[in-house]
RNA sequence: GGCCCGUUCGUCUAGUGGUUAGGACAUCUGGUUUUCAUCCAGGCAACAGGAGUUCGAUUCUCCUACGGGCUACCA
């Protein structure tokens, strides 16, 4: 095939939020495309006026900026396109293609095939599919699928209120938009038929088709938006990186050999159709998570500041510092919140079950007294204040433990945090003696 | 029910007519860390079942089981 030839799309039909399924299946479709220099076009099937909505179009739209997916050219509207469906109806039934009838019984229907009859709101036209022989098709992921045309039945393809079908229209716009491959879920494998059947009646050579398996959710079972599926931007809200988000995507049901970390343009430039897997995926947080990890880690410091969002945590000197030292303890953008909760804000409270483990019988004169020691340190650095507990604890005569964990607590409000020197330094001298004076107080 | 598709560690997957069936996530065990996280080292763990083809099948074919999809005047 040429290269610029390739042309893919995706048409989802905006009756709910992009999810993850969707997402991934326009992620392979656009690969395809790019990885030929092709273009990869979005089409919006809102036929269906009772369940379509704009408010979805525009977040399906929103869900692919952040993504990181850009198609080429207008978006399609296929309820811009009545007109066109009606012709080329028009034209099936003047050669007999399609016929018309009142579409309550396909066996009564199929009587009125050759029969002409007048269309008007009580008609349907149907589609005269070929009774004897085979429909089959060179699948680019699961190799030749083959079905009797005897399966196949005249589907509806114009409705009573005069507008067209799914089956339909897809194959017009396939047409129209000059779509050479269509990369689509699986759950289309059987509308193919239909629509190779469809594109012969045309005379237009059907396009190549690969049909991706589904992915399905953690438990097995299909994920949709009729099953409680997971929206994309709900990712999105939850802190987690487009790249890492299009990375994770990719390696569900694509691979090559074994890597795992791809940039955008590696996958551009290593995806082919033959490496997509043919059984369905299962989703799996745990790893989403790892890959968001591990981009959050690998990213320029700067640009992962400018990334958090601002509600969450500031851009100035201090908070810099602060991301600095969290950051390797978070899993998304969200975490850079929860985690520095304690460098803004006094911890006011502390567990019943963190005192039982932090505080024993002497700690709190200990803590007195380091509070003491650390009022007069001169030098206020992670390295002089460790420095300045050590010698404390070699004083005392006990081991670290016994006053690092009492003042990881007052200083955090928790058992976990990075190194307590480190905090100190960050927190300043005052912060660090009036948390450890109101600590006390309230053990 | 009919038709279509699928089946390698718990999960994502690599792979081959002869391999110790590889990697990643998760998990477990050590080491590092005063804690957690990180990092390092290591461990556990898979070819759905049955026939057939073959000197030899995880790999090829068929059957069964299981899973999924479609079967709308939805897309």
């Known amino acids: 095939m040429s290269k610029s030839s390739v042309r893919t799309r995706f048409a989802p039909s905006p009756t709910g939020y992009l999810h993850i399924g969707g997402a991934r299946t326009a992620l392979f479709a656009w690969l395809f495309a790019k990885s030929y220099e092709g273009d990869c076009l979005l089409r919006i099937e809102d036929t269906d006026k009772e369940r379509s909505k704009e408010e979805y179009t525009e977040e399906i739209i929103r869900s692919f900026e952040w993504l990181g997916i850009e198609f080429d050219e207008e978006v399609v509207y296929q309820s811009k396109n009545a007109i066109r469906y009606k012709e080329v109806i028009d034209s099936l039934l003047e050669e007999g293609l399609a016929y018309v009838c009142s579409g309550e019984d396909l066996q009564e229907d199929k009587k009125f095939r050759d029969e002409n009859l007048a269309r008007d709101e009580n008609t349907v036209v149907r589609f005269k599919m070929p009774e004897k022989g085979t429909t089959k ?131 551009v430039k290593n995806f082919r159709s033959g490496n997509l897997n043919t059984a369905p995926a299962s989703f799996s947080l745990d790893k989403l998570t790892w890959y968001n990890k591990e981009y959050l880690n690998a990213m320029e410091f700067t640009d992962l500041v400018d990334l958090i969002p601002s509600e969450h945590i500031k851009n100035d000197e201090y908070s810099k510092k602060v991301i600095e030292l969290i950051r390797e303890r978070c899993n998304s953008l969200n975490d850079f919140s929860t985690e520095s909760q304690y460098f803004y804000n006094k911890p006011e409270a502390f567990k019943e079950e963190d005192k039982i483990k932090a505080i024993k019988e002497n700690t709190l004169n200990l803590l007195n007294l380091l509070s003491e020691r650390l009022s007069n340190l001169t030098e206020w650095k992670s390295d002089s204040i460790q420095e300045e507990i050590k010698a404390f604890v070699d004083d005392q005569e006990i081991g670290f433990a016994k006053i690092g964990i009492p003042l990881r607590l007052c200083l955090t409000g928790s058992l976990n945090s990075p190194s307590t020197d480190k905090v100190c330094e960050l927190l300043g001298k005052e912060e660090v003696i009036g948390r450890i004076e109101f600590a006390i107080k309230s053990f």
Not at 188 to 204: E, G, P, R, S
Not at 220 to 235: I, Q, T
Request: glycine share 8%; proline share 4%.
């Open 137 to 267: 098709f060179d699948d680019l992921v699961k190799g030749q699928i083959e079905v009797l045309n005897d399966e196949l039945e005249d589907f509806i393809i114009e409705r009573s209120d005069g507008s067209a079908t799914y089956n339909f229209c897809v194959v017009v716009d396939d047409i129209d938009s000059e779509i050479s491959h269509i990369i689509r879920g699986d759950d289309h494998v059987n509308n193919t038929f239909k629509q190779i059947n469809v594109f012969k009646a045309l005379k237009v050579e059907p396009p190549t088709y690969g049909h991706v398996p589904l992915i399905l959710g953690e438990d097995g079972k299909r994920m949709s938006k009729r099953h409680g599926a997971v929206g994309v931007s709900e990712y999105r809200d939850m802190g987690i990186l487009p790249q890492a988000f299009m990375n994770y995507l990719a390696r569900l049901g694509w691979s090559l050999g074994d890597q795992e970390i791809f940039t955008p343009d590696e996958l």
